[in-house]
């Protein structure tokens, strides 16, 4: 069904990220929103190319320093395999550099985990909406010419 049909109800959503008590708490705070459904978890970059194939989710939340496979490989491959996704890096890695390389390499959104509790929400709504959006802690000089991105 087309987004138009159905703005953002039930987003179904895959958490990715190696480390399991932020994992679990990204998946309690999307909980809490009902028109959103975490459907899977991964705790590595192969696992999630490999669950994301077959779930096919609307979103994953990605971290940036996963095992077996990194964050930007893992996008790659996503966008290849699963195009109609959408890609949110969420990570400690607040180098401007990483964030640029992770949105040319298909994600919508680059978020750091300091920032997540109060951005996460609203730079879901933007992702699903085809916007960019790079988190408030990234320098902004970096993006400032990057078209359709929020700062």
């Known amino acids: 069904m087309a987004s138009a049909d159905r703005p953002h109800s039930n987003v179904r959503i895959l958490v990715v990220d190696d480390f399991d008590p932020w994992r679990q708490h990204i998946c309690s705070m999307l909980q809490t929103q009902p028109e959103m459904q975490v ?4 705790s590595d970059g192969l696992e999630a190319v490999h669950i994301a194939e077959e779930l096919k989710p609307d979103l994953i939340l990605l971290d940036i320093g996963l095992p077996s496979l990194n964050g930007i490989e893992a996008a790659k491959r996503l966008c290849q395999r699963v195009p109609d996704m959408k890609i949110l890096f969420i990570t400690h890695n607040n ?3 990483m964030a640029r390389a992770a949105l040319s390499n298909g994600a919508q959104g680059y978020v750091l985990k300091t920032d997540a509790g109060r951005e996460l929400l609203h730079v879901i709504t933007a992702c699903l909406g085809g916007e960019k959006f790079v988190s408030s802690g990234i320098e902004r000089d970096e993006f400032s010419n990057t078209e359709n991105t929020h700062l």
């Open 39 to 42: 459907v899977g978890e991964a």
């Open 95 to 97: 180098d401007p550099e």
